[in-house]
Nanobody
Framework: QVHLVESGGGVVQPGGSLRLSCAAS????????MAWYRQAPGKQRELVAA???????NFAYSVKGRFTISTDNAKNTVYLQMNSLTPEDAAVYYC??????????WGQGTQVTVSS
């Protein structure tokens, strides 16, 4: 069983920044894809950013140029750096890890609130 634990959410003013962390219970090299999703109230969960083993890096159009992904392999952690946040970025952010066999693991989510 794999556990993903997100952290780093909170309340930030528009224009501010947050860095989310997703700590995995095993090496992130064991996954084909590490991704961040978000879900705002009343909306479907949407992909924010994905890092694959190819390697490839993909971002949702709405966050391009503002969000970045990085990893700390020694800590089995993937980060989502979010800059220039707007109220439209407010959501619960989830980490997803997909194995080479296509099995998905999800974290419990971390709340991001953007408000003045």
């Amino acid at each position: 069983q794999v556990h993903l634990v997100e952290s780093g959410g909170g309340v930030v003013q528009p224009g501010g920044s947050l860095r989310l962390s997703c700590a995995a219970s095993r090496s992130i090299f064991s996954f084909d894809t590490m991704a961040w999703y978000r879900q705002a109230p009343g909306k479907q969960r949407e992909l924010v950013a994905a890092l694959t083993s190819a390697p490839s890096l993909n971002f949702a159009y709405s966050v391009k140029g503002r969000f970045t992904i990085s990893t700390d392999n020694a800590k089995n952690t993937v980060y989502l750096q979010m800059n220039s946040l707007t109220p439209e970025d407010a959501a619960v952010y989830y980490c997803r890890a997909r194995t080479l066999s296509g099995y998905d693991y999800w974290g419990q989510g971390t709340q991001v609130t953007v408000s003045s």
